[in-house]
Every structure is written in C-alpha cells, then in structure tokens.
C-alpha cells in the first residue's frame, strides 16, 4: 500500500504529518525559499495531480482510493475508484461514499478491506 497527501494547506505541515503517517509522497502549497514566491496548489489541482500519479505509478484509478473533507477535494475524490467524503462539506458531491461522521481509524479499516 502506498499513501500519498494532496492537501492545499502549507508544504512544511504537510511534510511533518506524511512523516507521521509513513506516507511516502505529498504535495501541497509551497514557499520557494530562493525567490519568496508561493506556490500555490489549489483544490482544482488535486485531481489532475492524482491522475498523473496513477500514471506515473502504473496504478489503475480501481487501485486508488481517496478521502477528502470539502468542495475542494471534489477532483481528487472523482480521480480515485473510490472516493469518501469525510464531514458535511462535500456530501453534494454524487459518485463518491457519503461518510459525514467518520470514525478515522474505522474508516481506514473499511479501506483496507477493499
């Protein structure tokens, strides 16, 4: 199993908690130290972001499951086989699993028996 974060929020959070989490990849907002720019990376950005990594890994979008929290990650969550909506914030999303008070831990244990 591979974990990868696609999160919108500041690369160097992200970094810490991808640690924490064994997950071997991640991508988010960055600051370009040698110039002082913002790279930003946007929720429209998620999804093509993970269709280029099921690409680049050889992995099938049936491979490939995501979970998100708001209207941002509906890319991200249409890119996977399967998508789970974690909170209230993008359960008008259709096409993905509905989970609005998730258990994090029974969740990831749904996951893994896919």
């Not at 640690?19 to 946007?42: C, M, P, S, V």
């Not at 974690?86 to 096409?95: F, K, Q």
Request: with cysteine; net charge negative; aromatic share 8%.
């Amino acid at each position: 199993m591979t974990i990868a974060i696609v999160s919108v929020t500041w690369q160097f959070a992200v970094e810490s908690y991808a640690k924490r989490l064994g997950a071997e990849y991640n991508i988010a907002t960055a600051l370009n130290w040698n110039t002082g720019a913002i790279e930003n990376f946007y929720g429209h950005d998620k999804g093509p972001w993970l269709e280029q990594f099921i690409g680049d890994h050889g992995l099938t979008r049936d491979q490939v499951v995501s979970v998100g929290d708001t209207m941002s990650d509906e890319s991200l969550l249409l890119a996977a086989g399967v998508g789970f909506c974690v909170g209230e914030r993008c359960m008008s999303i259709n096409g993905i699993q509905q989970r609005p008070d998730a258990n994090i831990l029974e969740l990831a244990e749904e996951i893994l028996e896919l």
